[in-house]
């Protein structure tokens, strides 16, 4: 149980400088998900917490200690690696005790802890083999495991679940979730995959080309996104951007092209937008609804429990995400239409959110 | 490349036992040769059936050269150089690997660089050093006035001396130091993974820690292969040991087979000098056969 400060932090390799002075505040026993494409920074981030990268600037304080100059060791951290890290010559006994074994446990209750971990795991059977004789999950769990029985203050989670086949992440996210509930042990996972940030999160941090572009719930990240880099890479399939200018009586878009009547433009007559909405927001109407934008379908891709339409705005790429049992053909025309509450105006020159509707949304209950 | 016709097979066999031939036929003669008694030994040609004088020539080899204590100094010699370079160049490589210190590389290719000064080059220098180990610091101590000083104060005369002539130390220690050993390591070390590393700075094991928690142990086939490797060229260590052991008591096996090989105008007793070497090459020649699973393993790329 441990809450985490980061202030100004800061990292540089050689001329390169990767982390761009972040901030952040995790609490104690809180599951936190640092969510990003690969090198926006987020990996760095966790091992500068870890304690396995210098921080070139600013300071980390893990329970109000600043660590910056601590050794791994001392900064109460354990971490689960993406490819488990586990040591080929040692059982799985041996693995996962050799951080007790380390610190000169005595042997008698160092198997008697083992045995605690396998048993919360489900490792027993295994405790004698070496890693190589393990599947993929069996490995991953004996990596937490190597990590839990430390009883850290906290959990360090390197995009732990990336080499596991799909079945078996899904599996292996609500075993790392059940082992928070029960641990309570503040959390912080890196991934690159918004399924599991999406799903694993008390909170989510969205990093960016070594900033942080949004802290926040995973369903405040989704609904209010603070910027289009965010509004693009949280939710699948992306967002749709289109960019337009404000008028008196909605928005002209694409160039002039296509006109969006709206009664409650928030912004001055004039300003540049990136317009924003979600496919899933997107109804399929008839060509002709007055008020609907006019498109050509492209292709259809069938999910099973839905289908995403790929359709042609005047060469805009635009996509429509409907659980409706509706199967176009490609080529033909159809209409789209959409609630000016599911859309997001980003700026196009800096990509951060304008407020529009701000006063008529309620803020989303935490 | 694998292809399956039976010309290509038989074409390829014979290659193979050409080259077997190649290898083995001295080995053959020698065991040959080592099995005839005086008179036919000297037969031109030589007879290349076995003759029947084998156990007796052997008998006669090892008490007239002394085979026995021979043997444990090259065996312990050896072994010690086996040792000595698998502990030095792990360490060395451990250093230059996991270490970020100001003027690594400059190092690592320093020790490369004596690949090009083996003991052959070096053996005067060295012979010198080793007759006294203390002899470049005399000189160090000489230059800069030190030994002048101490003499002045307190009226000793400083010489220091520590000859390690016809000592084991003496045989073992300049062959001890190995830029193959170390490069060996070093390509080792970088294969394994550095998430390894880190879960052992994770798991707060220090440098040292994980250096024998960790990398000994996953080694192990390297070490096996280095200590082979080096146990048989130190077996075969002529002209060093030759030099420093003045002393028969220090004397190693390869070397003392000289004693067996007739002089001119001597009894030319070859079928004794045949069976002493057959004595002197056997242990290494186990040595090979228990340690080939792991040699190469050892030598190949890393085990998954």
């Known amino acids: 149980m441990a809450s985490i400060t980061i202030r100004g932090v800061k990292k540089n390799y050689a001329k390169t400088q990767v982390v761009h002075g972040v901030d952040l505040d995790f609490a104690s026993g809180e599951f936190v998900v640092i969510l990003g494409p690969s090198g926006c920074g987020k990996s760095t981030l966790l091992r500068m917490i870890a304690g396995l990268e210098d921080i070139s600037g600013g300071t980390i304080a893990i329970d109000g200690t600043v660590v910056n100059r601590l050794e791994p060791r001392e900064r109460g951290c354990a971490m689960v690696f993406q490819n488990y890290a586990l040591y080929p010559h040692m059982s799985v006994a041996q693995n996962i005790g050799y951080s007790l074994k380390v610190a000169g446990v005595p042997s008698a209750e160092r198997t008697q802890r083992i045995q605690a971990v396998a048993r919360t795991l489900e490792l027993e059977h295994l405790l004698d083999r070496k890693p190589m004789a393990l599947s993929g999950g069996q490995r991953q769990r004996v990596a937490m495991g190597r990590a839990m029985i430390r009883e850290p203050k906290v959990f360090l989670f390197d995009e732990p679940l990336s080499n596991l086949d799909a079945k078996l992440r899904v599996q292996m996210r609500s075993e790392i979730r059940k082992l928070h509930r029960r641990l309570n042990a503040t959390s912080v996972f890196v991934t690159h995959d918004q399924v599991e940030a999406m799903t694993l999160a008390d909170r989510l941090v969205v990093m960016n080309g070594g900033r942080v572009e949004q802290v926040g719930t995973p369903a405040e990240v989704y609904s209010r996104p603070a910027s289009r880099f965010v509004a693009t890479f949280v939710g699948a399939p992306a967002m749709n951007i289109l960019e337009g200018t404000v008028e008196l009586d909605g928005l002209s878009l694409l160039g002039g092209s296509r006109h969006l009547t709206m009664t409650r433009a928030g912004l001055p007559v004039g300003t540049k937008v990136a317009m924003g909405i979600r496919p899933e927001a997107v109804r399929l109407v008839a060509p002709n609804t007055a008020g609907a934008l006019k498109a050509t379908v492209d292709l259809v891709e069938e999910l099973g429990a839905g289908r995403v339409i790929y359709v042609d705005l005047d060469g805009a790429p635009f996509s429509v995400m409907t659980s409706e049992a509706i199967h176009p053909e490609p080529g033909s025309p159809v209409g789209l239409k959409f609630s000016p509450e599911d859309m997001h105006f980003f700026s196009p020159e800096t990509g951060s959110r304008l407020d529009v509707f701000k006063a008529s949304v309620p803020e989303p209950a935490l | ?304």
């Open chain 2, 1 to 304: 490349m694998v292809e399956r016709t039976p010309f290509l097979n038989l074409f390829t066999h014979l290659i193979l036992f050409v080259g077997f031939v190649f290898c083995v036929a001295p080995f053959v003669v020698v065991a040959i040769a080592a099995s005839h008694n005086l008179r036919d030994v000297n037969d031109v040609p030589m007879s290349l059936l076995p003759g029947s004088d084998f156990w007796v020539n052997i008998k006669t080899a090892w008490v007239t050269a002394g085979l026995g204590p021979k043997l444990l100094n090259s065996f312990i010699v050896a072994g010690g150089v086996a040792a000595g370079k698998v502990i030095i160049s792990a360490l060395t490589a451990f250093s230059i690997v996991y270490f970020r210190f100001p003027g690594r590389m400059f190092i690592f290719w320093l020790i490369f660089v004596t690949l090009m000064l083996p003991l052959e080059v070096r053996i005067v220098p060295t012979y010198a050093v080793v007759a006294n180990v203390l002899s470049p610091y005399q000189a160090i101590f000489d230059v800069i006035g030190l030994s002048w000083l101490i003499e002045k104060v307190s009226g000793v005369q400083v010489s220091l001396s520590l000859g390690l002539l016809n000592s084991y130390p003496g045989l073992i220690l300049p062959l001890v130091a190995t830029a193959t050993g170390t490069f060996l390591y070093r390509q080792f070390f970088l294969t394994v993974p550095d998430e390894l590393t880190e879960a052992a700075r994770m798991d707060g094991a220090g440098p040292l820690r994980f250096f024998i928690d960790v990398l000994l142990p996953l080694s192990r086939n390297n070490m096996a292969a280095l200590g082979t490797i080096m146990f048989l060229w130190a077996w075969n260590q002529y002209l060093w040991p030759l030099l420093i052991t003045t002393d028969q008591s220090h004397a190693m096996a390869v070397t003392e087979l000289k004693q067996l090989i007739p002089n001119v105008g001597g009894t030319p007793e070859w079928h004794i000098a045949m069976a002493g070497t057959l004595i002197v090459m056997l242990p290494p020649l186990l040595v090979v056969v228990l340690m080939q699973r792991w040699i190469v393993r050892g030598l190949i790329a890393t085990e998954k």
